[in-house]
Antibody, heavy 120, light 110 residues
Framework: QLHLQESGPGLVKPSETLSLTCTVS??????????WGWIRQPPGKGLAWIGT???????YYNPSLKSRVTLSVDTSKNQFSLKLSSVTAADTAVYYC????????????WGQGTLVTVSS | QSALTQPASVSGSPGQSITFSCTGT?????????VSWYQQHPGKAPKLMIY???QRPSGVSNRFSGSKSGNTASLTISGLQAEDEADYYC??????????FGGGTKLTVL
């Protein structure tokens, strides 16, 4: 069974860079042409797609975050990562990593999510 | 990109059928058969319930069904059960090769 686990600091200062890693177990990140992605959910609010990455490194970003987001993949560690720069309080959210299907259009497996708070 | 439009809340009694709507544009919902629906219980990660407008992942109850007409997609739950009480989100692929979510609908089982 595929398992995804987010990890990273739970508290980030304003203007700094938020960095999270998703470790995949129970399957290889390079298997079967799946896409991998990040989604966030501010407290009490809805889901927002951040971006998607293919294991080859091809990326797709939410236009509203594109200037601040970088996704990367480390196939040797079976991990993929999110960096979000110049954070503000508005970036406080639960961040989820997920495995998408081969078309990259639906989110099949989700991590449990990790709360990141932006505060000084 | 603008979020897809979902009603904020819907309610129904056990055993009833209930339908959620998700309205977009011809650049997302109307342009592709790539609408998905997710169920989220409080404090939990979302769960994929429907993909590609009408398809159910293995293990999802056949009480859940999806459809689409023009720029509006719908999720129907038949035989409503207490355990169905949750938030439901739709998402769609877009012409910009991105994904967009709806604002979510809170389902209350009376």
């Amino acid at each position: 069974q595929l398992h995804l686990q987010e990890s990273g600091p739970g508290l980030v200062k304003p203007s700094e860079t938020l960095s999270l890693t998703c470790t995949v177990s129970g399957g290889s990140i390079t298997t079967s042409n799946y896409f991998w992605g990040w989604i966030r959910q501010p407290p009490g609010k809805g889901l927002a797609w951040i971006g998607t990455i293919f294991y080859t490194g091809s990326t797709y970003y939410n236009p509203s975050l594109k200037s601040r987001v970088t996704l990367s993949v480390d196939t040797s560690k079976n991990q993929f990562s999110l960096k979000l720069s110049s954070v503000t309080a508005a970036d406080t959210a639960v961040y989820y990593c997920a495995r998408l299907g081969v078309t990259g259009t639906s989110l099949w497996y989700w991590g449990q999510g990790t709360l990141v708070t932006v505060s000084s | 990109q603008s979020a897809l439009t979902q009603p904020a809340s819907v309610s129904g009694s056990p055993g009833q059928s209930i339908t959620f709507s998700c309205t977009g544009t011809s650049s997302d919902v109307g342009g592709y058969n790539y609408v998905s629906w997710y169920q989220q219980h409080p404090g939990k990660a979302p769960k994929l319930m429907i993909y590609d407008v009408t398809q159910r992942p293995s293990g999802v109850s056949n009480r859940f069904s999806g459809s689409k007409s023009g720029n509006t997609a719908s999720l129907t739950i038949s035989g409503l059960q207490a355990e169905d009480e949750a938030d439901y989100y739709c998402s769609s692929y877009t012409s910009s090769s991105t994904l967009v979510f709806g604002g979510g609908t809170k389902l209350t089982v009376l």
